[in-house]
């Protein structure tokens, strides 16, 4: 994976792979964007980041139904043989607090921003098909694949797996205390008297109490589920304090 590097903040910047991907790894929806007929598009998706092989190459799968566009785009391209893939672009963000200075231009976030370029293929091996569907439901909730019950093999067939190369890819990332915008009292007026509250509300992803469907009155709910939430919420809360300072 080549580094995409930052033209701004460049300090901010990080691009080893782990790095990249932990960002994905805690981020329930990215976003994928590419190009249909000169018309930009942009899609929320479920991005699967692995590594693979001997070097550790970086991928994302992402998976869909076969109507959905990205799909079709991908599948007229390799049906026609072409030599230049579909590219795509794809996002990871996670906003970790609200930074509040003393003028509205020093206001802004802490966050982490991974985002990657790629090339897309088709995944037609039905194994590595049902891999990505287990990485898929394990995404939503770490351990869900083991259980429920097994995956259709019609289901495998029906859905529609792509493959993303990645070429290049960084990390961006604010974290700390707002920064302090110059004044000029003559030209922008004065202070307030009373100088305004600066700091940063932590903000967290959390999970809330499960709701039972009805569905599945027999059923309780499992205790990997229970844990899962509490590790991830806690997690999740203790960065935003953490990167507040």
């Known amino acids: 994976m080549e580094p995409a590097k930052l033209r701004r903040h460049e300090a901010r910047g990080q691009y080893d792979v782990d790095a990249v991907q932990k960002v994905f790894a805690e981020t329930f929806i990215s976003h994928v964007s590419y190009v249909d007929n000169g018309l930009p598009q942009c899609l929320p998706m479920i991005a699967l980041f692995r590594c693979l092989g001997e070097n550790q190459d970086p991928v994302i799968y992402l998976h869909g139904h ?27 963000t996670k906003v970790d607090g609200l930074v509040l ?72 990332l604010r974290t700390g205390i707002p920064n302090i915008q110059p ?17 940063v509300v932590p903000l967290s992803e959390q999970l809330d109490e499960p709701v039972p469907s009805g569905l599945t009155d027999n059923a309780t709910v499992p205790e990997g589920l ?20």
Request: aromatic share 6%; hydrophobic share 35%; charged share 25%.
């Open 66 to 92: 076969p109507s959905s566009r990205l799909m079709e785009i991908v599948r007229d391209n390799e049906s026609k043989d072409l030599s230049e893939k579909i590219r795509v672009c794809i996002a990871a």
């Open 183 to 199: 004044r000029d009292p003559i030209k922008d007026g004065p202070d307030h008297e009373v100088p305004p509250w600066t700091g």
């Open 101 to 172: 200075s003393s003028s509205p231009n020093g206001h802004t976030f802490n966050y982490r921003s991974s985002i990657v370029h790629g090339t897309c293929s088709l995944v037609k091996d039905r194994d590595i098909k049902r891999e990505v569907m287990r990485g898929v439901t394990n995404h939503i909730i770490a351990g869900r694949w083991e259980d429920v019950n097994p995956v259709s093999s019609f289901q495998v067939s029906l859905v529609c797996v792509i493959r993303v190369d990645i070429l290049s890819g960084g990390l961006k």
């Open 226 to 245: 229970l844990k899962f939430i509490e590790t991830r919420n806690t997690a999740q809360r203790e960065y935003s304090h953490l990167v507040a300072r």
